[in-house]
């Protein structure tokens, strides 16, 4: 029986920030490794939108899609991109979770003037 597994990494490159939310502000004065906690909830909150497409999953098509956005000084994404992905349909699912994440996901914790890059992994696990 074949599982559907997702593995979100998180890399990201800080542009400036200001004009954010008290939080998302908080976590560009912290320090290297409280900054990589605070981005780690933007992977997290993408995530929760991420699902594993249907086809990709029965045609056993597995890989890493990396998705580039940056935030607006109202902390808006903006400027989304697939950088990286083994297919379309792939690229697809990771995009629809940005949008969603964008319209529906509490974002007040998203700082703004960041770029991220967040590769997400999809694999199948063949359990018997």
């Known amino acids: 029986m074949k599982n559907k597994v997702l593995k979100i ?31 780690e909830k933007v992977a997290t909150s993408l995530g929760e939108f991420i699902e594993y497409p249907d086809d990709a999953f029965f045609n056993d098509n597995e890989g890493r899609v990396v998705v580039r956005f940056s935030t607006n000084e109202n902390s808006e994404i903006t400027n989304v991109s697939v950088v990286e992905a083994p297919n379309k349909t792939l690229a697809k699912a990771v995009l629809k979770a940005v949008q969603l994440m964008a319209l529906e996901g509490d974002t007040d914790f998203v700082a703004a003037n960041i770029t991220y890059k967040i590769p997400v992994d999809f694999n199948l696990n063949d359990q018997n």
């Open 9 to 39: 990494v998180l890399s990201l490159s800080i542009v400036v920030g200001f004009g954010m939310s008290s939080y998302a502000q908080e976590c560009n004065t912290q320090e290297a490794l409280m900054q990589k906690m605070c981005y």
